[in-house]
């Protein structure tokens, strides 16, 4: 088996074993992006079934990132209790019970609290996947590792799609009878059960991070799983540089994240929250949650909005392989820079269409000449900059930027944050459309995009190449 190096040498690690890990957490992520995605195609049919006006249409697509939020809060807080294994196997069940639940909604309450559930799911394997995997990974493939993550989230954004495409195709439409007497859109929730499935079952076969380990005062364990992680034979002197960033008068709590030196929080957990807010202040979960809604208001058919997603989820894909190409080699904060700039431009350039658009009948866009075919354009090339660049590189830099003592902690606050600036871009966005047109709504993200290069170049430092340990004796 080949032998890994990051700037120093490393132990020979078991690739195969450690990619099979990762790829078991990730699929975390890959649920992640369906239940994100399958949304997508259900909003018109949700508004009929429901008879919700634009508020309520908002808050029942927006109801799960209330979950998230809260999923993402307490996972992290559990896992510094409880491990990181029993937590994710909680979130494959919230993720089957969900599905099964938003598929039987006879109301807005029912399906409020199952995609709320399901949003628990998201939350807790949002943060909880990158950090397993950040755990179990030796530091010279750590980023490509970690950003499988969002790998099989934008891979779970295109099943989604993809099936929501094929049912409502099948169907003529979301609000038509698919199989056995139930609607499309009910189909499009219950398709999650079998991923969610292969998730349990997987989770089943995956050993504690030896990182919580060492915290929990198990090293004997621990020693165990790094010996299942490398062909080194002698672990004591990891086991004991784990231990030196560590606290031996507490376990890691959420106290940690408060400097006892300053009485504030640590500056690299506000770094890491504005990263979070950051990645969901540029819009980009307006184009996956609102896409068909989006696509349809500016003058394309049903079936053509739904199609443009499967043509976007097919971008993200590719992008975020070259992400995962680039991202050992280059850097994250290069990658971070490149993609602020490209949001900000391709968002200015769709923003300056959709305003200049003129209205026709019923409300929606009619472009003029090929102006149809340039905002396509850039809004691919939008969500190819974010593929490449903020997409994987922000779950990666959370996954790997804060201490051991408290990086679960630290990874609560952030992902409460993550999701609750989430929840308020996409909970908006129906009223800004509403109100002052996508032109203006386009021009804030784009706003935003510029505030992120300076953030990142401001304040964030590079972490490629460095162990997690090097980072917590910073």
Known sequence: MQQLNGDEQEAPYRVVRILFLSVIAAIGGFLFGFDSGVINGTVEALQVTFDSDAVGTGFNVASMLIGCAVGAFFAGTLADKLGRKPVLIITAAAFIISAWGSGISSSSGQFVFFRILGGMGVGAASILAPAYISEIAPKGIRGRLASLQQLMIVLGLFAAFLSNYLIANTADGALGEFWAGFQAWQWMFWVEIIPASLFLLGLLFIPESPRYLVAAGREEEADRVLGSLSYADDFSEKVAEIKTTLRIDSKPGLR???????????????????????????????????????????????????????????????????????????????????????????????????????????????????????????????????????????????????????????????????WGANFLITISFPVLLENIGLGLSYGIYAFFGLVAFVFVKRFVTETKGRSLEEMTND
């Open 256 to 418: 940690d994240i408060i400097s006892k030196a300053t009485g504030s929080i640590h500056p690299i957990v506000w770094i890491g929250m504005g990263l979070a807010v950051l990645q969901q202040f540029t819009g980009i979960n307006v184009v996956f949650y609102y896409g068909a809604t989006l696509w349809q208001a500016a003058g394309f058919t049903e079936a053509d909005a739904l199609m443009v997603n499967v043509i976007s989820g097919s971008v993200n894909i590719l992008f975020t392989l070259v992400a995962i190409a680039l991202v050992d080699r280059i850097g994250r904060k290069p990658l971070l820079l490149i993609g602020s700039i490209g949001q900000a431009v391709m968002l200015a350039v769709l923003a300056l269409l959709f305003a200049t658009a003129p209205v026709a009948e019923g409300g929606n866009l009619e472009f003029a000449g090929n102006n149809g075919i340039y905002a396509l354009l850039a809004a691919n090339s939008y969500i190819a900059f974010f593929a490449m660049s903020w997409g994987p590189i922000m779950w990666v830099m959370l996954g790997e930027m804060f201490p051991n003592q408290f990086r679960g902690a630290a990874l609560a606050v952030c992902g409460l944050m993550q």
